[in-house]
């Protein structure tokens, strides 16, 4: 099971760190993902990770956000600095158990999903 927190309502230019913790799991040995769906729109990669490829971001956010994780915690973060109203959405975790860069921003490709945290960015 996967835990999404760290969601809100914040101000442009603010920052939030969300937080994905597993039970029942360890996440290091999955790749791990967040993606984000806002209203009537399809859910969207925002960052991915694994130890064999690294960290992807999605060019929307490159500069902004950033993946992390601590493993003693079993927990992995994404901080969102700069946040901008088009940010707003419901921010999802995710876990896979195959390593593929091509599809490691493919929702469907993702074994494990948290319930969502949401994050509002007003202007």
């Known amino acids: 099971q996967l835990v999404e927190s760290g969601g809100g309502l914040v101000q442009a230019g603010d920052s939030l760190r969300l937080s994905c913790t597993a039970s029942?799991?360890?996440?290091?040995?999955?790749?791990m993902g967040w993606f984000r769906q806002a209203p009537g729109k399809e859910r969207e990669f925002v960052a991915a990770?694994?130890?064999?490829?690294?960290?992807l971001l999605s060019d929307s956010v490159k500069g902004r956000f950033t993946f992390s994780r601590d493993v003693a915690k079993n927990t992995v973060y994404l901080q969102m600095d700069n946040l901008k109203p088009e940010d707003t959405a419901v921010y999802y975790c995710?876990?896979?158990?195959?390593?593929?860069?091509?599809?490691?921003?493919?929702?469907?490709?993702?074994?494990?999903w948290g319930q969502g945290t949401q994050v509002t960015v007003s202007s």
């Open positions: 995710a876990a896979r158990n195959s390593i593929d860069r091509q599809t490691m921003m493919v929702p469907l490709r993702y074994d494990y």
């Open positions: 029942g799991r360890t996440l290091t040995t999955y790749a």
């Open positions: 990770f694994s130890v064999v490829i690294g960290t």
